[in-house]
């Protein structure tokens, strides 16, 4: 204890420290020297560089040239393919929808003359009646197709409603379309030929295929595929070996197919039609769509050529039989009101022709397209396949 208070009375004794500030030593020297350093700026020394001889160049480090890097020549890009079809496709819609209108609506007219000049007088005459009403029906079809063209060309980039059932739809039409041809055909000529009967059940067939092939299910995409394609074979076969217009309106004139085309390029696009359906359906939504584009494009292509070549045909024999109607001719002894319908036909068919020459040329874009985009097909199935070789040394 006594211990413990010898040291609390020695640490109460003990005093801090000071610590002792250092005092900012004086300049030295006189007034007159530190003013006249306050008054002078500061300089820094000026050093003399030193001389270098022409051969201490030779004593440098030498400079390693490293290799250029390759850098690619960017390739001129050219314009898209895919951007280019999307304005020449609702052009040439657009285009062939005029074409089927204006032809159709002077097909009417003349068709309405005839019927008007037809009399009620026997059973027979009945049945020629109701051929002429079933094929001006069909005109009046094509019209409503033809102007469907127009609008869907017009509102392609703001369509809203699925492709496929406009197709289902189209398909219907033409159908109906051919239907009424052929039965108004079996009438006018009072009897039932090889080639009406097709041209009868070739449509039912693609009616029937078109509406099981809106179900959901591989199967009846299956039976409408094999349906569809043997209701084309039919048609094609009846467009080869009978022209429809001219049992109604029997000018002795080489009118063209159904749908205003040459007959055997019809009958070929008829063929290739119900098989690029069948594949565009079954390809299409695979990496295998360049094959549904190639054989879209065939049909497109053929059925151009067709359209191009029978409108043109047809046009000239218009012309000719106009020419001649003040003397002799199918057109000699009518009014002036159906010459001048027969004129008006003959021009409104260069609007078929404009429509076949840009199938044509967006049929080659197709084959274009179809073109880049095998190549991306292989490039990619190239990179992902790649196999690096190990060279021995």
Not at 14 to 37: A, D, F, H, N, Y
Not at 113 to 118: D, R
Request: proline share 6%; hydrophobic share 50%.
């Amino acid at each position: 204890m006594r211990s413990e208070v010898l040291r609390l009375s020695e640490a109460k004794t003990k005093k801090p420290r000071r610590i002792m500030k250092r005092k900012p030593k004086k300049p030295t020297g006189t007034v007159e020297t530190l003013e006249t350093k306050k008054k002078l700026p500061l300089k820094k020394p000026v050093v003399p560089k030193q001389e270098r001889s022409r051969d201490a160049v030779f004593l440098k480090r030498p400079v390693i040239f490293e290799p250029e890097r390759h850098i690619p020549i960017p390739k001129p890009e050219l314009p898209d393919i895919k951007w280019v079809m999307s304005k020449f496709v609702p052009l040439t819609t657009t285009v062939m929808g005029i074409g089927y209108i204006l032809p159709n609506i002077a097909t009417v007219l003349i068709l309405s003359y005839i019927l008007s000049e037809t009399t009620i007088s026997s059973l027979y005459m009945i049945t020629q009646i109701s051929g002429l009403i079933l094929f001006l029906m069909a005109s009046v079809i094509m019209v409503v197709i033809g102007t469907s063209l127009v609008f869907g060309g017009m509102r392609y980039y703001t369509r809203k409603s699925a492709a496929k059932e406009k197709v289902f739809l189209g398909v219907l039409f033409a159908s109906f379309y051919l239907l009424c041809l052929g039965v108004g055909s079996a009438l006018l000529l009072s009897q039932i030929s090889l080639n009406v009967g097709l041209l009868i059940v070739g449509p039912i067939f693609i009616m029937i295929s078109a509406a099981i092939y809106m179900v959901p299910s591989l199967a009846s995409r299956l039976v409408g595929h094999a349906l569809g394609i043997v209701g084309g074979f039919l048609l094609a076969i009846a467009t080869f070996n009978f022209q429809t217009l001219n049992v109604a309106i029997g000018w002795g004139l080489p009118f063209p197919g159904p749908f205003m085309s040459l007959t055997v390029m019809e009958g070929i696009a008829m063929i290739l039609g119900s098989i690029a359906v069948a594949t565009y359906s079954t390809f299409g939504e695979r990496n295998e769509r360049p094959v549904a584009y190639v054989m879209v494009s065939i049909v497109g292509l053929v059925y151009g050529i067709g359209v191009f070549i029978g409108s043109l045909i047809l046009s000239f024999s218009f012309l000719d039989i106009v020419w001649k109607a003040p003397w002799i001719g199918p057109l000699y002894g009518l009014p002036n009101w159906v010459v001048d319908t027969t004129v008006f036909w003959s021009a409104s068919l260069i609007m078929l022709e404009i429509g076949g020459l840009l199938l044509i040329l967006s049929s080659c874009l197709g084959f274009a397209f179809a073109a880049q985009e095998f190549s991306r097909l292989y490039v990619v199935s190239g990179e992902e396949g790649k196999v690096t070789e190990v060279v021995p040394r």
